[in-house]
DNA sequence: AGTTTAAATTAACGAGTGTTCATATATAAT
DNA sequence: ATTATATATGAACACTCGTTAATTTAAACT
């Protein structure tokens, strides 16, 4: 163990990134080690040399689905939200980015998969993907109220509207795409959604 | 057979009562047709008295998700739109209804666990869960906009905007309930969501 | 009464599941 | 070259799954 501990096989990154595309696609319990093994060409035995068991390889994967890159500081909301339209315009193009990023799409896969079978991710979900968006947007619309750049009302509940949009969105294209099917009529859903919001609340 | 063709035993009407229960807790492959069976005292071969095979079973409960009983004709549509608020008011106090509903709560769980390993329901959300809502209420939008009751713009976008809102709290909620959570910061959450839209669009 | 028919039980099947363990192979360190 | 270590294999385990078949029980009809 001079320099890793790790043999450069590599097996276990096959096998994290093998695992997430079936768990994205078959759930928990659609996907079976013995599938995750002969994918990658090995038996399934072997995958216990790399992980205690069928779940820690789950959790492994699913530690990724609330890493989104999401950049936002307090400084950049800030300057940001003085410049209104612009500000919802970016948070948007950023989470178009993730919808339609093929990694995120599957972590979304597996959030929405199991997301009724598994209690820590509904808590995730609820923290992760809804507070912390809630509060970002929040603080940006706070900043336009008090800029009278918008009509004035609670930040939270703006936000609230703003974002749920974005995820029945992102929802319905997932579901397009998990089939196969063109995602035309929503790719400009992003950006009218946007305008839409933005005519509503401007001053 | 000369008034029914089933003994008054019921069995089949307790199949599907308890296989709705299991299915929307623990979805398809989470429910064994063992369990179905010794939840209602019997053994599991009986159920193929009543059922050819586990997913008939499923089928069967399936069918009344997208039951909904959204009573509203074209004829009280016209009526009701020239009215503003309060169409979209009676509009969301049905949504609310069901979201709160026991037995639509089951099959909305049923809908969420499954809507991501059942194609056949991946469609239906679409046309009976989306489609058919956003018909409805662009078509009292439309109303609205040719009265000069609301600002113009595409009424199916007013739609999409406004329906994507209630699914997100219908969302939260049904994952609140499922943990036995409190859902009271979201009871008045549709309320909120009227007045936000109706400030949005009115003129 | 006896006959028919529906619905239940008992038992077993083949297949698939996650996991373990003894063994073999190959790479790295001494 | 020898030892040590990491990784792979083959085989088996106990278990659960959906489904089928033969048989028994019970109710309904004639």
Redesign the pocket.
Known sequence: ???E?????G??QKILKVATALFSEYGY?G?????I?TEI??????????F????SIFLEVSKDIFTTPFTFDDEEIKQSALKGKAFINKFVLQYKLLTFDKNNEKMFRLLMIELLQNKELREQFMSEFHDKNVKVLAEGFFMMMQNSIVRSGDPMMMAYEFISTLFYIRLQVTLLRFDSKSTDMLSTQFEKHVDFFWESIKL
Chains 1, 2 share one sequence.
Not at 31 to 35: D, E, G, N
Not at 52 to 55: A, G, L, P, Q, T
């Open positions: 163990m001079n320099t501990q790790y043999r450069k096989t097996t276990k319990k996907t079976s080690v013995r599938k093994a060409g090995i038996k399934q035995s072997a995958l216990y040399n790399h205690e068991n069928k779940e």
